[in-house]
């Protein structure tokens, strides 16, 4: 493989544009050009040739995967499925995720907090946030752990919230029986909403 022409991209800072002989091009870092010692006219044996592509296929996994962790937080199965889907090989994968632990951009247990809070504050309950860190593939034993930094005050002040909103005032029977099987399907266990009829001003029989 010869590099008809080494010359730095004009739209990716630091990235640099190697047109090989049959036409194509390679997107090499200056960190590449150093390791492979790239030049215009530099003649690359298939063993240098394969271990050039696998290093910028592995750079271009690493960039995505570090796009897409710090766009939206991500638990680390869902940057491995993610990643999959880019037909990014297990192995490869794995280590990706592991790279950016250790950078401290994919981060489980934190995520698990952030997933907490963000439902809490939508007005859901510990039923309907263990819903979400399931589907988000965040693992079981960090669950009670996120649900546990989330503050009562908070829990409570999001089904008054609830409550006021659904309820504006009224005190029939009907219109709260409606306004608390719709907090159960937020995943509010029965002794949180009756806790919230109680200051909303209701008698409530357990």
């Known amino acids: ?22 036409g194509s091009i390679l997107r090499v870092s200056r960190n590449q050009i150093a390791d492979f010692a790239l ?3 530099r003649e690359l044996s298939d063993e240098e040739a394969d271990r ?14 570090l796009r897409v ?12 499925k993610i990643l999959e889907e880019r037909d990014c090989p297990p192995e490869k994968a794995q ?30 309950g510990a039923r309907k946030i263990r819903d979400e ?12 752990e996120a649900l546990a930094q989330v503050k009562e005050e908070d829990n409570a002040c999001a089904i008054d919230a609830f409550l006021e909103k659904k309820l504006k005032g009224s005190h029939d029977p009907k219109d ?3 306004a608390s099987d719709a907090l159960a399907r937020r995943g509010f266990s029965w002794s ?12 409530v029989y357990d």
């Open 133 to 144: 860190l399931y589907r988000r593939g965040i693992p079981r034993e960090l669950w009670d």
């Open 95 to 124: 280590e990706i995720a592991g790279w950016l632990e250790e950078l401290g951009y994919l981060n489980d247990g934190q995520y698990a907090a952030q997933v907490a809070a963000f439902y809490t504050r939508k007005g859901y």
């Open 52 to 65: 050039l592509l696998q290093a910028v296929e592995n750079e271009n996994f690493r960039s995505y995967a």
């Open 192 to 203: 949180e909403i009756s806790e919230a009829l109680r200051r909303y001003g209701m008698e």
């Open 1 to 22: 493989m010869i590099i008809q022409e080494l010359k730095p991209s004009k739209r990716v800072r630091d990235r640099w544009l190697a047109v090989l002989e049959d």
């Open 39 to 41: 030049y215009t006219g």
């Open 69 to 80: 962790v710090t766009d939206t937080p991500k638990s680390r199965k869902m940057l491995l």
């Open 176 to 178: 709260v029986k409606r």
